[in-house]
Structure formats: structure tokens, C-alpha cells
């Protein structure tokens, strides 16, 4: 579809800070064939919303996260930040990965800092930044420690604070408690509600656990399979902290997994 | 404790029964050309600095093999480096140059011996920097090119397959990652390849420095050598010294697993992070 976003920034009026606009994605598959990923995506996310994006395997829903990093190009539509199109990874949009990726040779501490390193901040400055995001994941007496040290929930915190130390306006995370054992998992559903209660921040999503989405978002994206394609966006209005025995809690994730299936 | 005692040194097990074989042997044989006695050899090793017929010390030799790995090494280690990091980085460079270096890897480096003997001849650093006396001048002398040359090509394959590994082998979200977090294209390099890449480049340059060591002292037995440690082996065979020639071998041989050791405890020490992760 020849849809042609004009890069005006007619958004800019409004409080969104992320619009897709009529994205699509197709890769070339080894064999040469094109295999589309992603049909024409729209979605907005509004100033301090948490928008989970739920789908199975193979629904285009990390490649939607990717593009919105910067971090794959978008041929079709256009992905804009603050009025802005995203065309390279920038500070102001963080990711949280499924692999913790921390960079195994640097302290913790070390690692919470690249971010400020990065945009050339003095030694100091940097530590301090580092010192106070440790804190807020309640990880200050591991600060010298390596990442090989740590367990997986403790690092995925490490990069949780890594991220938030960039200060971003938006926090892109991509399955971030996919690898977690499930008690530890819940642990960190609760600690990323506190966190974004103290920093303000826009939140995009990915999982494929329906009972995440539910637990977390304020709206949630349904997925189809192969290809890719928004099947529904629902709003979810239960008040936090959210008990998952709450009947309107269970009729929710019931819904979603039915429209899953269907 | 005792197996603990007995484990430290099991090691030593197998150089003492060579060595008491020799010991044995030496004065059964009793032909210095055939096998020289231990004690002669010893005498040499006990007396490094001692002039031999007209050889030189060994001590002075020594130096001399070792002033040109240093050199040569240090060169090839350093262009390995940064050929690998770039070409292990950009898909565009090793397409390039990848074909190209693969044509010289299995080349030994002692084939190139006639060419550079043709295009350097006997020039060495000294001629190239302009400094034909002093007290730096034997040993800028000693460097012949064409010998820096093979030292470079064998410390440059090593350390440029294990940089390229390194390179390839550091995780893709590590990469991105940092540059979602805002590092430059810089700072991806310095900052996460080239410390991701550390155990492949040391790993390289371990086995490299011990391979470099290797073609040195047969470079050295080759015409145009004036000194060095492959220089005293070859010369002391021609008088019949195989006394020196074994001290040689002796010699050799502990300064390589000298040096491999040294980069073991380096490895353990500043690169303990690698063998941790996953």
C-alpha cells in the first residue's frame, strides 16, 4: 500500500510520544523469497502509558520493538518519536533485551554507566548516575560485583537500571522476563510498577505471557501470527497493584487467550 | 596432602628421567659429537655471559633473538589486530582483503627467505634510521629486515585469526544494546569489540608468540645471520660444539614455555571474565 506519512509534525500537538504509522516489514528469506513479517501497523502511545504487546512466536512483535530502536530500518510507514522519525537508535529511547546483555568484562557498576559514558560524561558524574540507578533496583552492594556473579533476575535488574540511567522517554522492552524462573518473574513485574511510579516513563512491552500483559499494561496489543497484524488493542482499568485472583483480572486474560486462539 | 605434595611434582617426573638418562648414557657413549656430557652443557648455562670461541656469549645472543621477536612480534601483533577487528567488523573489508591473506597464510615463512635476501639483502634498521655507530648500533644492526619481515607475517596470522574470532564470536545484543544506550561507532569499538575480542586476541597472540620464537631461530640459521640464538646452534655445529648446541636447544625451548606461561598468567588474571560466561 502506497501510504505516504507526511513527516510533518502533526502529531506533536497531541501528548503521543510514539506514533507508528502504516508500518510493514518483510525479510528475504535465505532462499531468496520474501516473507512478510509485519502487515501495516498503526499505534500510538500516549505520555506515561505502559502498552504491552502480547502474540505468539513469529507475530513480528520484537521486530516491531527493533524498529522502533533504530535498531532495523522500516521501509514501509513511519515510526516517530516526539514528532520525529526514528532512523537510528538515540538516547532518549532505551531497550531492555531478553538477554540481559551486559557486557560481561565491566562491573556492574560499570555497566549501569555506559549510558552516560557514552554521552561523555565525566567519571564522576557517570558514577553517581550509576550509583543512584543501582539503588533503585536495590542493587547497590553489587555494584563492583560482574554480571557473571549475579542471577538472572539480578541482572536483568542491572540492565533495567542501565537503561532508566539514560533517563529515556521511552523504554522499549523485549521480553525482559522471558528467561526468569516464574517466582523471580513475578518479583520484577512488581518492582518495574514501583520503578515506573518514581520515574515517569512510556513503556512498550513485548511478552508472550498473557498474564504479564494483564498484570502490567494500561493497553494491550493482540497479535496474529505470521504475518504479523494488530487483531485487537484492548484498555486494561483495573486499578494497581492488580490481584491476579480479581474476577475482572482472570475474564481478561480469558479473553485475550481466546482471541489468541481464534 | 601427601597426593598434593606428589601431584606438584609430577611435572618434574619426566624431564629428571630424561635427565638421568643422559647422565647415564653420556659416559657409555663417551663421544662429545654424538652426546656431549651434561656437565659441559651445564657449564654453559651456568655461564651465560661467557665468550664463546667466536660465537659470542650466549647471554649476548640471547638478547639479540630476543630484540627481534620483540620487534618483529610486536609489529605483526599489532597489524593482526586491527586487521582483524576491522575485518571481523565490516562484511565489506574482509570481503576484500579476506581472500587475499588466506593466499599467504599457508605459506611458511621461511619460503619468503630468497625473496627478502633479493629485495632487502642485508639492510637492516640501523641502514634504515641512518645510524652506522653508538651504542644502540650493533643491535639496530642486528635487525636485518628481511628477518623482521618473517617475524611479522608469523606474529601477524595468529593474532589476526584470534581477533577476527573474538570479534565474530561477541554477542549481537551486546552491540546493540550499547548502541541503543548511545555509544558511537567508536566507542563500539574500543569499548565493547576490542574488549569482547580480548581472549581470541590473547589467545592468538599466545599461540603466535611461541610460533613467532620458533621461526626466529630458523630464520637466524639461514645466511645473513651474524647472531642470535638459531645463529650460535648452527655455527657451534659447524665446529663440532654440540655442547653449545644443546645449551641452545635447552635455552630455547624454556624461553618459549616461558612465554607461553607468562600469557597463561595473564589470561587467568585479567581475563577471568571469559571463561565465566555461559
Known amino acids: ?94 531497550m531492555v533485551f531478553q538477554e540481559y546483555s551486559l557486557l560481561p568484562w565491566r562491573s556492574v557498576l560499570d555497566n549501569v554507566a555506559m549510558g552516560p559514558e557514552f554521552a561523555g560524561g565525566s567519571r564522576a558524574d557517570c558514577v553517581r548516575a550509576a550509583e543512584e540507578f ?60 514501583k520503578i515506573c511510579q518514581k520515574h515517569a516513563t512510556t513503556i512498550l512491552f513485548v511478552t508472550h505471557s498473557v498474564d504479564e500483559a494483564v498484570y502490567l499494561a494500561d493497553r494491550i496489543v493482540v497479535m496474529s501470527p505470521r504475518p504479523g497484524r494488530i487483531k485487537r488493542i484492548l484498555s486494561v482499568d483495573l486499578p494497581h497493584p492488580r490481584s491476579r485472583g480479581d474476577a475482572r483480572y482472570a475474564a481478561l486474560s480469558q479473553h485475550i487467550l481466546e482471541l489468541l486462539e481464534s | 596432602m601427601k597426593s598434593s605434595v606428589l601431584s606438584f611434582f609430577l611435572p618434574a617426573l619426566v624431564p629428571a628421567a630424561v635427565v638421568g638418562a643422559w647422565i647415564y648414557w653420556a659416559p657409555v657413549i663417551d663421544n662429545e659429537l654424538l652426546l656431549p656430557s651434561p656437565s659441559s652443557v651445564a657449564a654453559i648455562l651456568v655461564h651465560p ?25 610486536t609489529v605483526g601483533t599489532i597489524l593482526g589486530i586491527v586487521a582483524g577487528l576491522v575485518m571481523g567488523r565490516f562484511k565489506l573489508a574482509d ?23 633479493a629485495w632487502f639483502g642485508m639492510a637492516s634498521v640501523a641502514g634504515l ?45 551486546l ?68 655442547d653449545i648446541v644443546i645449551a641452545g636447544m635447552i635455552l630455547i625451548g624454556a624461553t618459549g614455555a616461558l612465554l607461553d606461561y607468562g600469557c597463561r598468567v595473564f589470561e587467568r588474571k585479567k581475563l ?5 560466561v555461559r
Open chain 2, 129 to 173: 634510521l641512518g645510524i652506522d655507530s653508538g651504542p644502540v648500533y650493533p643491535y639496530l644492526d642486528n635487525l636485518k629486515l628481511s628477518m623482521l619481515f618473517i617475524l611479522i607475517l608469523g606474529g601477524f596470522f595468529p593474532t589476526f585469526t584470534g581477533t577476527y574470532q573474538g570479534v565474530r564470536s561477541v554477542p549481537r545484543t
Open chain 1, 1 to 94: 500500500m502506497p501510504h505516504q506519512p507526511s513527516e510533518t509534525a502533526s502529531d506533536a500537538g497531541s501528548a503521543s510520544v510514539l506514533a507508528i504509522t502504516g508500518v510493514e516489514k518483510t525479510f528475504l528469506t535465505s532462499r531468496g523469497e520474501r516473507l512478510k513479517a509485519l502487515e501495516t501497523t498503526n499505534l500510538e502511545l500516549k505520555v506515561n502509558e505502559f502498552v504491552c504487546v502480547v502474540g505468539p512466536s513469529g507475530c513480528g512483535k520484537s521486530t516491531l520493538l527493533r524498529m522502533t530502536a533504530g535498531l532495523e530500518s522500516c521501509e514501509t510507514g513511519s515510526i516517530s518519536f516526539m514528532g520525529t522519525p526514528v532512523v537510528r537508535p538515540r538516547r532518549e529511547i532505551g
Open chain 2, 49 to 73: 655471559a661467557e665468550p664463546l670461541l667466536a660465537m659470542g656469549s650466549v647471554a649476548v645472543n640471547m638478547l639479540m633473538s630476543f630484540a627481534r621477536v620483540a620487534v618483529g612480534f
Open chain 1, 134 to 193: 543501582l539503588q533503585l533496583v536495590g542493587l547497590s552492594e553489587f555494584a563492583q560485583s560482574y554480571p557473571h556473579e549475579l542471577s538472572g533476575g539480578m541482572r536483568q535488574r542491572v540492565a533495567i537500571a542501565r537503561a532508566l540511567a539514560n533517563r529515556p522517554e521511552l523504554l522499549l522492552m523485549d521480553e525482559p522476563f522471558g528467561a526468569l524462573d516464574a517466582h523471580t518473574r513475578i518479583l520484577l513485574q512488581r518492582e518495574l510498577l
Open chain 2, 175 to 242: 552491540v546493540e544494546s550499547s548502541r541503543v544506550l548511545g555509544a558511537s561507532e567508536s566507542d563500539i569499538f574500543f569499548k565493547v569489540l576490542l574488549p569482547g575480542s580480548a581472549p581470541g586476541i590473547f589467545n592468538g597472540i599466545r599461540i603466535g608468540i611461541t610460533l613467532d620464537w620458533c621461526h626466529l631461530v630458523a630464520a637466524e640459521m639461514l645466511p645473513g645471520a651474524s647472531s642470535g640464538m638459531g645463529y650460535l646452534i648452527f655455527d657451534a655445529q659447524m665446529l663440532g660444539r654440540m
Open chain 2, 272 to 276: 577471568g571474565w571469559s571463561r565465566e
Open chain 2, 95 to 117: 570481503r576484500i582483503l579476506g581472500p587475499f591473506l588466506e593466499l599467504f597464510r599457508p605459506i611458511p615463512s621461511l619460503a619468503w627467505v630468497p625473496l627478502l635476501l
